[in-house]
Nanobody
Framework: QVQLVESGGGLVQAGGSLVLSCAAS???????MGWFRQAPGKEREFVAG????????AYADAVKGRFTISRNNAKMTVYLQMNSLKPEDTAVYYC????????????????WGQGTQVTVSS
């Protein structure tokens, strides 16, 4: 069992940057971690994933080259650095943990956080 708490969301102008954090608590942080997002009226979609040791990452095409996922296992925290933000990045961003080797698509995962709102103004 793991509990996930996201932070770092907010309002930013187009072209700006934000860093999201996801703090995990529980007996272990030995999970593949990922970020998903859900915009109003749309399904939740995969954004980025990182393997247990951070050696592998995956990104949705829409965020490649702009977003970077990373993790600090000693702090049991995963991050999402978001640069060059666009209005279409506006969504609730969710942290996820899974027993898989790598989260790399929109599919069910084992654990979800409650989400943090990111709003990008034009």
């Amino acid at each position: 069992q793991v509990q996930l708490v996201e932070s770092g969301g907010g309002l930013v102008q187009a072209g700006g940057s934000l860093v999201l954090s996801c703090a995990a608590s529980g007996r272990t942080f030995s999970y593949a971690m990922g970020w998903f997002r859900q915009a109003p009226g749309k399904e939740r979609e995969f954004v980025a994933g990182i393997s247990r040791n951070g050696g592998m990452t995956a990104y949705a095409d829409a965020v490649k080259g702009r977003f970077t996922i990373s993790r600090n296992n000693a702090k049991m925290t995963v991050y999402l650095q978001m640069n060059s933000l666009k209005p279409e990045d506006t969504a609730v961003y969710y942290c996820a943990a899974d027993q898989a080797m790598l989260i790399m698509s929109s599919r069910p995962v084992d654990y979800w956080g409650q989400g943090t709102q990111v709003t990008v103004s034009s």
